[in-house]
T-cell receptor, first 112, second 112 residues
Framework: QQQVKQSPQSLIVQKGGISIINCAYE??????FPWYQQFPGKGPALLIA?????SEKKEGRFTISFNKSAKQFSLHIMDSQPGDSATYFC???????????FGTGTKLQVIP | DGGITQSPKYLFRKEGQNVTLSCEQN?????MYWYRQDPGQGLRLIYY???????QKGDIAEGYSVSREKKESFPLTVTSAQKNPTAFYLC???????????FGPGTRLTVT
C-alpha cells in the first residue's frame, strides 16, 4: 500500500519560532508533493506544493525542502504566528493520477 | 462565487438509519471525491468519480454508496452497514489543468 508517513503528530511552537513538519514516502513514482492547511471545522486548503526536480520551494514564510534520495520532504514555517495554528497534511500524487495519498496530519499550535 | 458546498454542516442520526450527505460544485470540475477524516488518521478516500455516471471505490468504500447523475453533484450515502459512521466527511473536486483538489467545508456526522 502506498504510504506517506508524517511526523510529529502534534507540535507546539512559540510565536516567532520555526515550525518543522516531516514526511517520508515509499513510492518512487510519486512526482508531486502538496501540503494542505486545515483550520478546525473547515476543509483542507492547498498551501504549497513541490515537484522532485527541485530541492526547495519558498512562498512567503512557508518553505518545502525535498530530498529525493532519502524520499523525504518537509515543511518549514518561519516566524510562526498564532494564526498558523492549524492541522497540516503532506500528500503525494503520481502525475495526473486521480488519487492523492495523504499523511496523517500534524496539529500545530503557535503560542504567544 | 465558485466553490464546493456541503450540507448540512452537522448531521445527527440514529444507528440503523441511512443518511445522505450532499456535495455540490460549480467549478466545472470533472472529478469529485469523498474522504473520511478521523483524528490521527488523516484523510481516507471513500469513493471518487472521474465523469458523470461513473465512480470507483476508494480505500474504505464498505458501508457507503454514491451516485453521479450530474457533473455538479456527488452525494454520499452512509448506510447502516457502515460499522463506525461517526466522522468528519469531506468532499473535493479536481481541476483538469493542474490536477489540484479543492475541498468543501465538510459535514460532521454523528450517529448514536
Amino acid at each position: 500500500q502506498q504510504q506517506v508517513k508524517q511526523s510529529p503528530q502534534s507540535l507546539i511552537v512559540q510565536k516567532g519560532g520555526i515550525s518543522i513538519i516531516n514526511c517520508a514516502y515509499e513510492n518512487t513514482a510519486f512526482d508531486y508533493f502538496p501540503w494542505y492547511q486545515q483550520f478546525p471545522g473547515k476543509g483542507p486548503a492547498l498551501l504549497i506544493a513541490i515537484r522532485p526536480d527541485v530541492s526547495e520551494k519558498k512562498e512567503g514564510r512557508f518553505t518545502i525542502s525535498f530530498n529525493k534520495s532519502a524520499k523525504q520532504f518537509s515543511l518549514h514555517i518561519m516566524d510562526s504566528q498564532p494564526g498558523d495554528s492549524a492541522t497540516y497534511f503532506c500528500a503525494a500524487r503520481t502525475g495526473s493520477h486521480q488519487k492523492v495519498t495523504f499523511g496523517t496530519g500534524t496539529k500545530l499550535q503557535v503560542i504567544p | 462565487d465558485g466553490g464546493i458546498t456541503q450540507s448540512p454542516k452537522y448531521l445527527f442520526r440514529k444507528e440503523g438509519q441511512n443518511v445522505t450527505l450532499s456535495c455540490e460544485q460549480n467549478l466545472n470540475h470533472d472529478a469529485m471525491y469523498w474522504y473520511r477524516q478521523d483524528p490521527g488518521q488523516g484523510l481516507r478516500l471513500i469513493y471518487y468519480s472521474q465523469i458523470v455516471n461513473d465512480f470507483q471505490k476508494g480505500d474504505i468504500a464498505e458501508g457507503y454508496s454514491v451516485s453521479r447523475e450530474k457533473k455538479e453533484s456527488f452525494p454520499l450515502t452512509v448506510t447502516s452497514a457502515q460499522k463506525n459512521p461517526t466522522a468528519f466527511y469531506l468532499c473535493a473536486s479536481r481541476d483538469r489543468v493542474a490536477y489540484e483538489q479543492y475541498f468543501g467545508p465538510g459535514t460532521r456526522l454523528t450517529v448514536t
